[in-house]
């Protein structure tokens, strides 16, 4: 296993249950097909990244690596799985309390994690205090989808894709979510996209920008150079 970055040693902690059964739930989730790969690809177009030292939190499996490089990248998460073998550096930790000294990074990215944290809004401030000056955030994240032929065709489209990639366990997460609204104990939050650039807004961040993708959002922002 690669090296794991500590630069301070308080790091909050979980139940040992409440692990184990989020263990459970991530290896039966995550599926990747063409239009999540079509995704990821506007999202990078999106960001722009260009070199430097990039934090990933919640980086799960570290599989954005497939997708980038030219970055010294450091992943972060509150699981380290045995199924995974972690040959990037990598640290278990929080988003509310990060472990890394103020101004030691020069992108940090958020991946479908920010409705899975205890708080988002504190998530977003600690990526601020590790962003160097002219350091950027990017968030890609799921949201809601105001009433309207756009929600119905989004959905449809997405339910077909489920369909046909088997994806059977999470048809049955969006149905309830959107119909029986009721969501699973792991997404704990939802957002908007102008939700989201008001957080970025008050933890400090400028040059705020998003765009919409199916039911999901990408979001960036820059620390102010001042």
């Known amino acids: 296993m690669a090296k794991v970055y500590y630069d301070n040693v308080s790091v909050p902690k979980i139940g040992n249950d409440w ?31 260009e070199g430097g030292r990039m934090l990933e939190t919640g ?11 030219g970055v010294d990248y450091i992943g972060l998460d509150v699981l380290v ?38 708080d988002p809004l504190e998530v977003i401030n600690e990526s601020f205090k590790v962003l160097k000056k002219g350091g950027n955030i990017y968030i890609l994240n799921t949201v809601q989808i105001p009433n309207g032929i756009r929600k119905i065709f989004v959905y449809a489209f997405l339910i077909t894709q489920k369909i046909l990639f088997s994806d059977y366990k999470s048809i049955k997460r969006n149905f309830n ?36 993708f199916l039911n999901m959002c990408f979001v960036k922002g820059r620390k102010p150079l001042k």
């Open 81 to 118: 799985r045995k199924d995974i073998d972690f040959n990037f550096p990598f640290a278990v930790g929080f988003g509310e309390k990060l472990p890394f000294k103020s101004k030691s990074f020069d992108h940090v990215l958020i991946l479908a994690t920010l409705d899975h944290v205890f």
């Open 177 to 212: 979510k959107v119909v029986l609204k009721k969501e699973d104990e792991f997404h704990t939050f939802e957002f908007t996209a102008s939700g989201l650039e008001e957080m970025l807004s008050k933890a400090g961040f400028s040059d705020i920008s998003h765009r919409d």
């Open 19 to 49: 692990n184990e059964k989020l263990r459970a739930y991530i290896h039966g989730e995550y599926t990747e097909n063409k239009n999540f790969a079509k995704m990821i690809l506007n999202f990078l177009n999106f960001c722009q990244i």
């Open 59 to 69: 980086c799960g499996s570290g599989w954005f690596l497939r997708y980038i490089n």
